[in-house]
């Protein structure tokens, strides 16, 4: 079926170092794109969102890129913060749906 | 402006009991959806409301009913408990149904003994 993956389950960075985090899709219908950030014991976080028409959108120390060719979707956050420790989420809507699809998430840790 | 409020925020139940969890949102969305999250299985979900009056089904609806008798209130129930269903539950709500992503509540971690 159709869904949203995630390339690897687990991320470990530095701190200050930048990060990667990425996403495929199937749905070539798909036409918006978030990233969600959940803390331990939180709910999900709006973090960024990007339109199928954009290739690149940047917020405060977050990047999201997405590359509809090879769908393809990435968060890049700048200088990596222990505060940025947590399990990131995509999620993809396409046109005339009522839902959201979550891919499974990727925990990202940050050492000190 | 509390955004999306669960209730209770833990509870343990006994196979076989039954329990309502309370999901309420004062941002006068449409739409609202309760998610279902284990280890390892991300979101996962339950049923969902596309406006007052209204349910429908998601990926996992056995073992649980909805209402939503009032616009800002979504109740997920459990008739007959089972251990299957020991998870932490997450509400959402939308304006659009997702075009602008959803606002979770803080979740209910639910332990069936």
């Known amino acids: 079926g159709e869904s949203v993956g995630l390339h690897l389950p687990t991320l470990s960075v530095q701190e200050g170092d930048n990060s990667i985090i990425n996403c495929a899709y199937s749905n070539s219908a798909s036409d918006y794109f978030i990233w969600y950030k959940q803390e331990s014991g939180k709910g999900p976080q709006f973090i960024i969102d990007i339109r199928s028409n954009m290739d690149k959108r940047q917020g405060q120390r977050v990047t999201v890129l997405l590359n509809k060719t090879v769908k393809h979707l990435s968060l890049q956050i700048a200088a990596t913060q222990p505060g940025d420790s947590a399990v990131y989420f995509c999620a993809e809507i396409w046109g005339g749906s009522e839902k959201l699809v979550f891919g499974k998430g990727t925990k990202l840790t940050v050492n000190p | 402006n509390a955004g999306v409020t669960q209730t209770p925020k833990f509870r343990v139940l006994k196979t076989g009991q039954s329990m309502t969890l309370l999901c309420a949102q004062d941002?006068?969305?449409?739409?609202m959806y309760w998610y279902r999250q284990d280890p390892g299985m991300g979101l996962r979900l339950i049923h969902y409301?596309?406006?007052?009056?209204?349910?429908a089904k998601g990926e996992v609806p056995d073992g649980y009913n909805v209402s939503r008798l009032k616009k800002q209130n979504f109740l997920l129930g459990l008739e007959s408990a089972a251990p299957s269903q020991t998870s932490v539950y997450f509400c959402?709500?939308?304006?659009?149904?997702?075009?602008?992503?959803?606002?979770f509540g803080s979740g209910t971690r639910l332990t069936v003994v």
């Open positions: 959402a709500s939308s304006d659009t149904g997702g075009n602008y992503g959803y606002t």
């Open positions: 941002m006068n969305h449409e739409y």
């Open positions: 409301s596309v406006g007052e009056g209204t349910t």
